[in-house]
């Protein structure tokens, strides 16, 4: 098994994700070949507590254009 803190890379910190704090649902950035066991695990391991679900979502990074002149 990996060492959990390579599989959790950071929480994400932002509104919508406060937001969804308060319904119990927690948001981390995580390595991109992380299966949703490994996930799973990691968060288990790492703050000991019980978790239900594991959704996950790849999101691509935004692109910096150049302006049409």
Do not use: C
Not at 14 to 39: C, Q, W
């Amino acid at each position: 098994m990996k060492d959990p803190r390579d599989i959790i890379i950071a929480p994400v910190v932002s509104e919508k994700s406060y937001g969804l704090v308060e319904r119990g649902v927690y948001t981390f950035n995580v390595h991109a070949d992380a299966s949703k066991p490994e996930i799973h695990d990691a968060i288990e391991a790492i703050w000991g507590v019980k978790v239900r679900k594991v959704n996950t979502l790849n999101r691509r990074g935004k692109q910096i254009g150049r302006a049409h002149v």
